[in-house]
């Protein structure tokens, strides 16, 4: 506790409190702990989207946050796009693993191992081939992905990004 006291025109000294105390900040030891909270809900978030949906990939949501992370893209955008191009995975070419549409032209279909892979390839060529070159936005994003698309790719896919949040 601290004393204060001060002097009044009188010169006469009185103590203002008996009690005044003083606050600081304590320092933040659970950083590490606050950035692993926050991936964990991230997951979460995509995993409650994935179940919604009765979605095959609600058992991969961590690895797509793990993977936006990596490639320093949204983390709400894989889900998003897997939703759109293939009711969360629902419908997609038989033995492809693949719920986003990527390189999927006529018969021409591109294939993963797992889910994983897929999951971790989708999120590296969003990350280099679009969002590093400025195609950061569904609308901008849908111009190559799927540039004959009148526009209701990009529409669904902000709509599933909206739940997302």
């Given at each position: 506790m601290f004393?204060?006291?001060?002097l009044n025109s009188?010169?006469?000294?009185?103590?203002?409190?008996?009690?005044?105390?003083?606050?600081?900040?304590?320092?933040?030891y659970n950083?590490?702990?606050?950035?692993?909270?926050s991936d964990d809900s991230k997951t979460e978030i995509v995993r409650q989207f994935f179940a919604k949906y009765n979605s095959p990939l609600e058992s991969y949501a961590h690895d797509?946050?793990?993977a936006a992370e990596e490639n320093n893209i949204d983390y709400k955008l894989v889900p998003a796009i897997a939703?759109?191009?293939?009711?969360?995975?629902?419908?997609?070419?038989?033995?492809?693993?693949?719920?986003?549409?990527?390189?999927?032209?006529?018969?021409?279909?591109?294939?993963?191992?797992s889910f994983k892979?897929?999951?971790h390839a989708v999120s590296k060529t969003l990350s280099e081939k679009y969002i590093q070159n400025g195609l950061d936005t569904p609308e901008e994003i849908q111009k190559k992905w799927t540039p004959s698309n009148d526009?209701?790719?990009?529409?669904?896919v902000n709509h599933f990004?909206?739940?997302l949040q």
């Open positions: 004393y204060l006291s001060f009188n010169e006469r000294r009185a103590v203002l409190s008996t009690s005044t105390e003083a606050y600081a900040a304590l320092p933040n950083a590490i702990s606050s950035e692993i909270e797509v946050v793990l939703m759109q191009e293939s009711t969360g995975c629902k419908k997609i070419p038989d033995d492809s693993n693949n719920c986003w549409g990527y390189g999927i032209y006529g018969k021409k279909v591109i294939k993963f191992e892979d897929a999951i526009g209701s790719w990009s529409e669904s990004l909206e739940q």
